[in-house]
T-cell receptor
Framework: DTGVSQDPRHKITKRGQNVTFRCDPI?????LYWYRQTLGQGPEFLTY????????KSRLLSDRFSAERPKGSFSTLEIQRTEQGDSAMYLC??????????FGPGTRLTVL | AQKVTQAQTEISVVEKEDVTLDCVYE???????LFWYKQPPSGELVFLIR??????QNEISGRYSWNFQKSTSSFNFTITASQVVDSAVYFC?????????????FGQGTRLTINP
């Protein structure tokens, strides 16, 4: 399977805990995007990388959120001190340059 | 700021009917891209189409067709002879032209249910 993969697919955590999600993009894609989707809404942009450089962050990305793409391949998204409002589907997408973005299956986070 | 509006929250039709999903967008950019994605119950967003703002030709792919009208800022999606497998949430999206992040701005989606 050469599509975008995300791990884990589901995560349940208690408020105040830290969580980390991983995204593996399509291998030749140099851009990687993170989006967040809440129930009944369209995805919202969080941040994106070109190779290993994080080039843009949304104001939705509070200081509790951090993303990395250390070698320009996979990326991690960490949420510290989770809150119930963080419950959502976290989607990763990749593209080659500005071409169309292809999405992974998402990580569904539930904060109790 | 860019904005995408999908006024139809839910549509329900009987199999084999034709159905059109509406999408209206706002942008100050002169060059931009428009997209449609399908999100089946499994949750994964499936890419359907990308159109460049300079290309107003309608596109047909099997039972799917897209009508791009720059004059009305609309990019509508029609499914002909709908099938139960078409049931999903469909999102219209907009991104800026090359040179920037080209992040996608999504509409709220239209939930399409095809009844047998």
């Amino acid at each position: 399977d050469t599509g975008v993969s995300q791990d884990p697919r589901h995560k349940i955590t208690k408020r105040g805990q830290n969580v980390t999600f991983r995204c593996d993009p399509i291998s030749e894609h140099n851009r990687l995007y993170w989006y967040r989707q809440t129930l009944g809404q369209g995805p919202e942009f969080l941040t994106y990388f070109q190779n290993e450089a994080q080039l843009e962050k949304s104001r939705l990305l509070s200081d509790r959120f951090s993303a990395e793409r250390p070698k320009g391949s996979f990326s991690t998204l960490e949420i510290q001190r989770t809150e119930q409002g963080d419950s959502a589907m976290y989607l990763c997408a990749s593209s080659f340059g500005g071409a169309s973005q292809y999405f992974g299956p998402g990580t569904r986070l539930t904060v109790l | 700021a860019q904005k995408v509006t999908q006024a139809q929250t839910e549509i329900s039709v009987v199999e084999k009917e034709d159905v059109t999903l509406d999408c209206v967008y706002e942008t100050r950019d002169t060059t931009y891209y428009l997209f449609w994605y399908k999100q089946p119950p499994s949750g994964e967003l499936v890419f359907l189409i990308r159109r460049n703002s300079f290309d107003e030709q309608n596109e047909i792919s099997g039972r799917y067709s897209w009508n791009f009208q720059k004059s009305t800022s609309s990019f509508n999606f029609t499914i002909t002879a709908s099938q139960v497998v078409d049931s999903a949430v469909y999102f219209c999206a907009l991104s800026e032209a090359p040179g920037g992040a080209q992040k996608l701005v999504f509409g709220q989606g239209t939930r399409l249910t095809i009844n047998p």
